[in-house]
Structures are given as C-alpha cells and as structure tokens.
C-alpha cells in the first residue's frame, strides 16, 4: 500500500523554472526524513535535496544551492522540489524518497520517478 508518485516533470528551457512534486500514502509521512534524489542518463543517482521530518530544515548538494528549494506539507502527505535557474546539467529523472525515523527507523521507500529535460 505504500506509494509515491512524483509529478511535475516536464521539458523547460535553461533559465526557466519548474516545480516537481511527491505525493506519498501508506505510511505516517511525517515520521519520515524526505528526499529528492535525481539521475541523468549514464550517471549515477545522486542526492539532490533533504527536509527533515521534524524541524523541516533542509540540505542541498552545492550543485543546486541557492537554485533549488525543498519543502513539504506534511497536511496533504506532499513534497515538493522548486527549481529555478535551471540547467542543461539539471536534466534527470527526479526521484522522491523517504526514510524511516525513530521508531520506523529502517523503513525506506521510493517514487517511480518524474523526467526534467532542460533543453533549448
């Protein structure tokens, strides 16, 4: 019963802005540590960004800082990735992520994935 689904991808210009989402279900989403994760052809998958289940402080890789902003509604069982200033570099499949806390310590699921092409 667990899921996630990520929507939201799409094909964008480089400059251009867009917001990816995951919608989660099946397990108590705010016990969870959140994560975008994204991996372009030929590349491996690499962390993008990171929200915490409590405090809702988040981390980047330096790749996106300042570009990329993570944020979640623990009310609608959502995350969302905005990104601005994108990148050709940017182009990826975005996977969303949760991990486990506390007592679901060890519990750890993913989306299928939503494509982002940066392109002109």
């Known amino acids: 019963q667990v899921q996630l689904v990520e929507s939201g991808g799409g094909l964008v210009q480089p400059g251009g802005s867009l917001r990816v989402s995951c919608a989660a279900s099946?397990?108590?989403?705010?016990?969870?540590?959140m994560s975008w994760y994204r991996q372009a052809p030929g590349k491996e998958r690499e962390l993008v960004a990171t929200?915490?289940?409590?405090?809702?402080?988040?981390n980047y890789a330096n790749s996106v800082k300042g570009r990329f902003t993570i944020s979640r509604d623990n009310a609608k069982n959502t995350v969302y990735l905005q990104m601005n200033s994108l990148k050709p570099e940017d182009t990826a499949v975005y996977y969303c992520?949760?991990?486990?806390?506390?007592?679901?310590?060890?519990?750890?699921?993913w989306g299928q994935g939503t494509q982002v092409t940066v392109s002109s």
């Open positions: 929200i915490t289940s409590s405090s809702g402080r988040t």
């Open positions: 992520n949760a991990e486990g806390v506390g007592l679901n310590l060890g519990h750890d699921y």
């Open positions: 099946g397990f108590t989403f705010s016990r969870y540590l």
